[in-house]
């Protein structure tokens, strides 16, 4: 995806704090072109250039679509076939992957990814694909028994040299398992390796399934999609996706969402398809945002500082053991807005240009400890 820096959860790891994500109400952005009806997965290179697709039995395209529901461009893929294209990805040189993973009978053997170089930087109406194929490892059975349905998928994002595949669980009775898989990135025909297990937590398939997928520009946050409600994981080790801290996020929307994609560390957009009576066919935009919660321990710690006036309204004036060390202040989204390194004990900082709201500045002790004081600009 769009890469970035500045990314707001290695801050967080930063400031050693507890945060909290919630998700502002789903904005409709405008309803796409008819021509893709069945609108399954969405790439950005921009926000205002939407890459897109049809599902299962469409022309092997992909369609280049605006903010205001224009179609701009149709690029078709050569070596390629669309069985089920259900998610598209990108990865850190801007090459696409297309994901012909859709499975819903947990029977397909021929489970193939179409790598295709960045379309944003041809005129050509043609590209040809490389073909990743693969199949799961821990699948035996085409199709297995229903009780073991765990091998459809819609969701597809890459990270680090890899590709992973999150599954559609479609097991009846329906247990929320979800499974995620990595493979290279290369083409090749390989073998899925299964790297985490997670369970949704809910018995409705239609609430609890995952139809889409994407990591953050800077690959600290997963999103998976459902059709009213998103996951998003962070806080975790490498690749272990599942293994640190997740939030629900409910979309007060329920709708055939089938695509989900990054714009920035804070900004997804998210598709769904075209229901009976033109409904649906919309691209959305939905705000995360990241509230830091300063620990009892950063609090106290923070008394060290002394930080006036505060409220400030144009300056502050900081002091403490402040000489030889770094100071960093940030923003509430948590973007870093600037660096201090005072050479003596007192240091005055000028807030002019930045608009009112709540910052942070933090700095670390003598045993790397970080500690956070809070400070507020007023206009008044």
Known sequence: MLRILNSILSIIGLLATTWSLSGQNLRLI???????????????TGSNQIWTFNDSGGEPEIYLCDTIGHLL?????????????????QDDHGNFYIGNIGNNNNSNTDLTIFKIPNPALTEDSVLTAETISFKYEDQNEFPPSSESLYFDAEA????????????????????GKIRTYRLPDTAGTYVAKRIATWSSGGSSMMNYWVTAGDLSPDGSKLCLLSSDKLWIFYDFPEDNFFAGKHEVIPLNNFSQKEAVCFLDETTLYITDE??????????????????????????????????????CKDWINVEGDLRGRKLELFDEKGLRQAIFNPDENSLRISFTKYPAGVYYLKMKDDQDRPFVHKVVKSNK
């Open 30 to 44: 405008t309803q796409l072109p008819k021509k893709v009806h069945e609108t399954s997965g969405i790439e950005l």
């Open 73 to 89: 461009r149709t690029i078709r893929i050569q070596n390629a076939w669309n069985r089920d294209w259900e998610d598209i990805t």
């Open 156 to 175: 597809l994002f890459w990270h680090q040299g890899h590709l992973y595949v999150t599954t559609k669980n479609r097991t009846q009775p329906f247990d």
């Open 274 to 311: 075209e229901l009976l009576g033109g409904f649906g066919r919309n691209l959305y935009a939905l705000k995360i945002t990241s509230t830091p919660e300063t620990s009892q321990r950063e609090m106290h710690t923070s008394a060290s500082l002394a930080v006036y006036p505060n409220p």
